[in-house]
């Protein structure tokens, strides 16, 4: 391939992933269950996008069957699944009493992006010129953000996501740096994402069934102190 | 091929537990298939322990990613004696009259889905691989957890999953990029541990630290290392008591292995710290648990506590040079999981008897069942390190491998950090067992159950079969260590120090 190719498939995927940035932002700030979760599986595709580029771009083959699998898996079957294990009513949900307010938050978030560009720095310098590229740094932050998004989030379905745009970060930087991978190992992976979903969506209803909300980041009776412990009941 | 046989008997017994017949069905499924386990497991350690292979015949396809040596021979052991005397277990634990058949069947499932993934852990040599086994124990283990389904149970669980998740994504970075460094040091072997070692002269040092500190930390949430222990004591006091002993007997230690797979790497590579950050995150963790322990208030959560107490131990132990605290660490893996299986036993059969947690609510418990108070006293002093039981041996090999190594502060701190953690878990069990009611505890007797109105309780006897089976190691190994499991000690550790051809 000529190197104006080369040239506009660098190109596209530095578009691709920072699109993939973008959507980490959007779930940070998204207030919507059903949002995150379209925000979510646009990541995904672009994620797919960006493993496909790459694979155009090296010559790699098999990171088209991780391209494939990320279409199959995250925008298909993890929606179904939710669907299946866990209560409808939670995409409708808005989650009115963040941790955050939404522009501090994103403020952080900023700030993390940021520190994920410093963070990447040493480690694109030690790889071979072949394997560097923007997906290093916004991979980090596809992690960091992800975490972020954990930390202040409480309704069960955001932390989902916020635990499968981690998942999403470290992969789209995998696909960069350590393309070489077997086929067999990024399979597995994915279908890893799929045991997690499975997993904690039949937790989420069980919650909900137990609880009556999803709201889980409200569960905070386990403590060291039982007198704190019977206070919050009684509080219920 | 035993090996493959093992990571197939599991499988198998899921597929036959979720069979509808009788009750006694799932149970005595799981007990033989873990039997069976147990047996192959040995059969592949004593191989491993004279030096023998059992990993050429594999060589083929997919099959290159699984290998046995000395360190995956021992924990597998582990994992399938603790597997084993859970099961036994299980039958009188769970075998309470208000479970439904079906719910059983889940339990049973679940339980052999969850001990499948801990022993594909050592046997698979790909760390991509065995992330994703680290992930499965944590997913297949979440629904034990919940088991019980109060407000607590579902808290810890679902608290288990987040931290553990969050600490697994870390630990993928890691591992892709300790991808990237073995492919930048020009290796071109399969990504396996035994090639890492070789290919980690030539690695660039930054990704090599990166990965190293991504999985450390990453996993490290898993072991329960003290700044990412927080969801420890909960998902390990709210499951029930079989499923605390696999969680906190050996889970743990099968995480930590991984950890402890990256040393042999870190050591080929200049200039690494791996041993400085195993030290200070051991000793964090040791003396973190040790005043959490004079504290308590619930004795499951204690014993949890005093699994951080333990990993920080070995962590420690490690980090105070391999080559010499190489083999008090992997003695220390053992008699960690035989005595705190054990402990939970205990702790279960305590439960069974006074239906609560609360340490204040228990007192004279050696009057209203011997049994119990007794395994409970036995499994206190053992799990403190006291003498002649196996925990005290493998605490004192450490502590004289610091001296010998002149890590004179490190080693001190450790020792003062044991002897607190002995006296804040027998403080507490002895006011348990032989304390009587009344000084000043006068809320207690609210919580007494009607069975024990100056009746004795009656054991299930499979809870008594399975103390008195994982008592036996508890009781040998402190003054006795059989010669193969002692050559298979020795091939552990030297996996840990030396590169393998």
Known sequence: MNDTTNQLLDNLNALVVGLFLLTAFGIVAMRQARGCLNLFIIQSLLLAASAALLGLRHQTEHLYGVALVNVISKPIIVPWLLRKTSPSEIYTRREVDQVLNIPTALLIALALAILSYFLGQPLLKAVGPDFRGPNVPIGIAGLLLGAFTITVRREAVPLLIGLLVMENGAFLTGIAISRNLPLLVELAIATDGLVIVFIMGVLTRAVQKQIGTTAVGSLATLKEAPDTTEESEVAK | MSVLVILLLPLIATG???????????????????????????????????????????????????????????????????????????????????????????????????????????????????????????????????????????????????????????????????????????????????????????????????????????????????????????????????????LSGIETTAILYVILRLFPVMQAAPAS??????????????????????????????????TVEHMGIILTAVGLGVSVAGYSAMQQVVSHCVTKSFCFFAAGVVLLAVETRQIASVRGLIRKSPVAGAALVFGGLAITGAPPLAVFLSEFSILKAGLTQREYLATALLAIFIVIAFFGIMFHINRMVFGTEGNGETESSNHLSPSENGKTFHLPFSCRLALLIAAIPVLVLGFYIPQPLQDLMAQAAAVLTKPTP
């Open chain 2, 16 to 246: 036959l537990v979720c069979l509808p017949f009788k009750r006694f069905w799932a149970p005595t499924i799981t007990v033989i298939s873990s039997l069976a386990v147990l047996i192959l497991a040995g059969h592949v350690a004593w191989l491993t322990s004279s030096g023998g292979s059992i990993t050429s015949d594999l060589k083929i396809g997919m099959l290159k990613w699984i290998a046995v040596d000395g360190l995956s021979a021992l924990i597998l052991l582990l994992i399938a004696f603790v597997g084993t005397t859970a099961a036994i277990y299980s039958i009188g634990y769970m075998g309470h009259d208000h479970l439904t058949t079906g719910k059983l069947r889940l339990y049973y499932a679940n339980y052999n889905l969850f001990v499948f993934s801990m022993l594909a852990i050592p046997v698979l040599a790909e760390p991509t691989l065995v992330w994703i086994v680290v992930e499965l124990t944590t997913l297949c283990s979440a629904l034990l957890v919940s088991f019980e389904n109060t407000r607590e149970a579902l808290e810890a669980a679902w608290k288990y999953v987040v931290l553990s998740l969050m600490g697994a994504g870390m630990a993928l970075f890691g591992f892709l990029v300790l991808f990237a460094a073995m492919q930048a040091s020009g290796s071109t072997g399969a990504y396996t541990w035994s090639n890492l070692v070789l290919a980690a002269p030539l690695m660039p040092p930054v990704l090599l630290q990166t990965a190293f500190l991504l999985i450390l930390i990453g996993l490290g949430t898993k072991v329960g290392l003290v700044p990412m222990h927080t969801w420890l004591p909960d998902a390990h006091s709210q499951a029930p008591s079989p499923v605390c002993a696999l």
């Open chain 2, 273 to 306: 710290h791996a041993e400085t950050w195993a030290t200070v995150l051991g000793l964090l963790s040791v003396g973190t648990a040790a005043f959490i322990l004079l504290q308590v208030r619930d004795y499951k959560r204690m014993f949890a506590f005093s």
